[in-house]
């Protein structure tokens, strides 16, 4: 039994599924916020009422994201102590410090957030609504400097541990770990912000897509018309400037990662040989004949994206041994599809927005049925540019730096491939916990599979008696009625193109 | 001699008390979830923890992220050699988590029995594990050179380590029972008073088994009590926290009976480091050093920068905790958004 394998697959599948909730976590904070916030202001029972309905949602989603989020803490320690005792001292301290600044935050204010409605007032509630909504990007800031510790570490030295108070060899090697010299480094290290602010975008996208979803099926019944726009309008804003942004952060993010991880950015465009790049649309790599086959492609196109030019040459795999590459098919097609997605939520918001502004947009019932549906691929997007990044990084689990020349090419030994330092770096199958045995880590898997697909299950189960129930008035505010309810519905009408006498498109 | 390594212990030793006062009246519920009998009061039940089960298991999150970036070594060696236990707890919280979120979502009453059970289940197998961690890591374990243990999973189910679950189980349902008492009232309040008294009276036998079992044949446990005299205080401190909790019940005084469960609870997480000191897990394979808070740990940077961490952190936790307690006093209603 390959234990690396099903190490592999067991924090594959694990962190698949948790990652389905935080994004939705703090997609959604930022809606709830939003609506409260303008509740706060005009006093419009509406607001209260999304607010109210999407808190249900919210707590449904946290919850499951708590319970699977454990699960990610505790496996560095079951499955990867020889990785946890290596980077322990560096990678230890943004974990312990999600938890006292963000998780207690965020799980602590969920309480008043979720339970607190008629125990305390609407600006302590508001508050608290702030703070799980920060608590929960906070959360999302501590991992993504962790992970990105991994793809380009800085900031430490690694060095001998010493036992007894002498340097420490079991079998003639010497024990070695990783050890802090600067926090800062480490926290702004090479790829921090280009990732944080990735995955925030990414995260604001399924957000929104998922709020976009649901107001779309209310608007395609007929069904709390005027509650589902608002939603679907202010989700759009939302999904519009994300899908655009993501574009502009990805091509930053892009040139990032062949600067520090040439070998990765090569597998994520298939490009196998050394030499002027081209950018493939679609394709399928095969490493028997080391080239993309069926490919579409534009000439030239990958290096202009990283150098500008179309005929600079770009590192590509040859240039790595090949126990140094990683898998090319993987990252080939969930970068790719990835991106088709990212560019299929730019022509469908951009679409909407300037529908919305001349004011067909809800007349469009093709469109809202296309919404119904386009929280699955906001949802596959994210968890593809998860597997690009993470397979991509293979071999390693603590990527090594490499070192570039002034002219633009990889440094390289004698054999023409680039020596990592041995010690700069921790491969993936040498991190995995040797006490463990296979048959341990199948029970796992099993079982964490079969529990993840019956909360998927009933996940969906609820989630859709939810969205049936819809958003509930509250109580108090339908008694607001004459002419001040009616200019407040006026005023509520979203894009002012709507009119009064006009209940349905 | 207060160096950073020793903070650290007795910092984790406190986020590990916080953990297990708070989440043991989570269990504690759950274990005794059962004994409502109809919807409405299994709902009270649920909901007396709804609010604050979420923000308690954080304590359990942040002690396995400060043990991580504190005591690498520990944390690697006690994860990775508890594997199969470490799993089963996982599986435990997730359907305790899950119960509690799903249970009042629909109106079938086969859902509702099932997320019921399920809420029971979880919180008594948590509770379990829990105590037959503390009871292995009692006895010492065995462990190689890199610190790795070798010694197998049925090792671990052992009849002091089983014993010490127990102990734990009836601690968390005695503790779970005082708090139940508090924030309920009516027929089920009346309900819990004789439940208050059971608990604590399986508590106080199991707690009296376990002592004699620990002086008699875990002398790991008791060295350090041998060395340092004055840590008989603590020991004294213990005894006299468990006598308060029936003396408290008896003159009607349920909000002290629940602060002397805090006090014992925290009380044993405090033997526990004691006895444990310095050591976080005790070798018992002769001639390989076990793992202690000084060659289990990080560098002192680290452990410095953590300091600031928790130092800057902690107030804040502190504050915000009381406030949302506060928040939350007073008996269960079940209102629009109660689980």
Request: proline share 4%.
């Amino acid at each position: 039994m390959d234990v690396v394998l099903l190490s592999r697959l067991q924090f594959a599948i694990t962190i698949m599924f948790h990652y389905l909730f935080p994004p939705l976590t703090i997609g959604m904070g930022i809606v709830l916020v939003y609506l409260e916030a303008n509740y706060l202001r005009t006093k419009d029972p509406l607001y209260e009422t999304a607010a109210r309905f999407w808190t249900k949602i919210f707590a449904l989603n946290f919850a499951i994201g708590v319970a699977t989020g454990i699960v990610m803490e505790f496996q560095f320690g079951t499955n990867w102590s020889p990785y946890s005792r290596f980077v322990g001292d560096v990678f230890g301290s943004p974990l312990a410090a999600e938890g006292i600044f963000a998780f207690f935050l965020e799980s602590g204010f969920l309480a008043v957030l979720v339970f607190g409605w008629d125990r305390v007032s609407p600006r302590m509630h508001f508050f608290s609504t702030i703070m799980v909504a920060l608590g929960s990007i906070f959360s999302s800031i501590w991992i993504v400097i962790a992970n990105s510790w991994q793809q380009t570490p800085a900031g430490h030295h690694v060095v001998q541990m010493t036992r007894d108070g002498r340097p420490w060899f079991i079998d003639s090697q010497p024990v070695l770990r990783a050890e802090i010299l600067n926090f800062w480094e480490v926290v702004f290290n090479p790829s921090t912000m280009h990732r944080l602010v990735h995955v925030w975008i990414g995260c604001f996208i399924m957000g929104a897509f998922f709020v976009m979803s649901i107001s779309a099926y209310y608007l395609l019944r007929n069904r709390h018309v005027e509650f589902a726009r608002r939603s679907f309008t202010g989700a759009l804003l939302l999904g519009a400037i994300s899908s655009v942004a993501i574009l502009v952060s990805g091509h930053f993010q892009a040139n990032n990662v062949y600067e520090t991880q040439p070998a990765k950015l090569a597998a994520f465009e298939g490009h196998y040989q050394t030499g002027a790049g081209d950018l493939n649309i679609i394709g399928w790599p095969d490493d028997e004949s080391q080239q993309v086959k069926f490919k579409l492609a534009v000439p030239g196109g990958l290096s202009m994206m990283l150098h500008g030019e179309s005929k600079a040459e770009i590192a590509g795999l040859d240039r790595f041994r090949p126990v140094d590459r990683p898998p090319v098919l993987i990252p080939f097609m969930s970068y790719h599809l990835m991106v088709a997605f990212g560019m299929f939520f730019i022509a469908i918001t951009i679409l909407s927005v300037l529908l919305l502004v001349i004011g067909k947009l809800y007349r469009q019932r093709w469109l809202l049925a296309v919404f119904v549906i386009a929280v699955v691929p906001a949802v596959l997007a994210n968890q593809f540019g998860w597997v690009a990044a993470e397979v991509g990084r293979q071999p390693w689990i603590v990527h090594p730096p490499v070192q570039w020349q002034e002219s633009g090419e990889l440094v390289v030994g004698a054999d023409g491939y680039v020596q990592y330092e041995p010690n700069q770096g921790l491969r993936t199958a040498d991190a995995v916990s040797t006490n463990v045995e296979g048959w341990k880590i199948v029970f796992s898997i099993v079982g964490f599979s079969l529990i993840y697909l019956l909360l998927a299950a009933i996940w969906l189960f609820v989630l859709n008696d939810k969205i049936h129930q819809g958003p509930e008035p509250v109580g108090v505010d339908r008694k607001k009625g004459g002419a001040q309810g009616l200019m407040q519905a006026a005023a509520s009408l979203a894009s002012h193109t709507g009119s009064m006498t006009e209940t349905h498109e | 001699m207060l160096d950073l390594n020793l903070i650290w212990f007795i910092l984790l030793a406190v986020l590990l008390a916080g953990y297990i006062i708070l989440d043991g009246f989570d269990l504690g519920v759950g274990i005794l979830h059962p004994i409502a009998r109809t919807d409405q009061q299994r709902r009270v039940v649920i909901n007396a923890i709804g609010p604050l089960w979420d923000g308690n298991e954080v304590w359990l999150v942040t002690f396995g992220g400060a043990l991580f970036a504190a005591f690498p070594e520990a944390y690697a060696c006690i994860f990775s050699g508890f594997y199969m236990a470490f799993i089963l707890l996982l599986f435990a919280l997730i359907f305790r988590a899950v119960s509690l979120e799903f249970r009042s979502k629909l109106s079938s009453r086969v859902w509702r029995v099932f997320w019921d059970w399920s809420f029971f289940a979880s919180s008594l197998v948590a509770a379990l594990l829990f105590g037959v961690a503390a009871g292995n890591v009692l006895q010492g374990l065995p462990l190689n050179e890199r610190g790795d243990y070798v010694g197998g999973f049925i090792e671990l189910l052992n009849p002091y380590a089983i014993l010490v679950g127990l102990m734990t189980a009836s601690m968390f349902a005695m503790h779970g029972a005082i708090y139940l008492y508090l924030k309920t009232d009516g027929e089920l309040q009346d309900r819990l008073n004789t439940w208050m008294w059971r608990t604590f009276g399986i508590f106080l036998v199991m707690y009296i088994l376990t002592t004699m079992y620990t002086l008699v044949n875990i002398p790991l446990a008791t060295a350090n009590f041998k060395q340092y005299p004055w840590a008989a205080v603590v020991v004294v401190l213990t005894v006299l926290a468990i006598a308060n909790i029936p003396r408290c019940i008896h003159w009607c005084r349920p909000g002290w009976a629940f602060l002397s469960s805090c006090a014992t609870l925290a009380a044993f997480v405090f033997l526990f480091a004691m006895a444990l000191f310095p050591n976080l897990v005790t070798n018992s394979t002769p001639d390989i050093s076990s793992l202690t808070i000084y060659n289990a740990a990080s560098s002192p940077k680290t452990l410095w920068i953590m300091f600031i961490f928790a130092i800057f952190g902690m107030p804040f936790v502190l504050a915000y905790t009381v406030v949302i307690y506060w928040t939350f006093r007073g008996k269960v209603q079940l209102g629009d958004f109660s689980y």
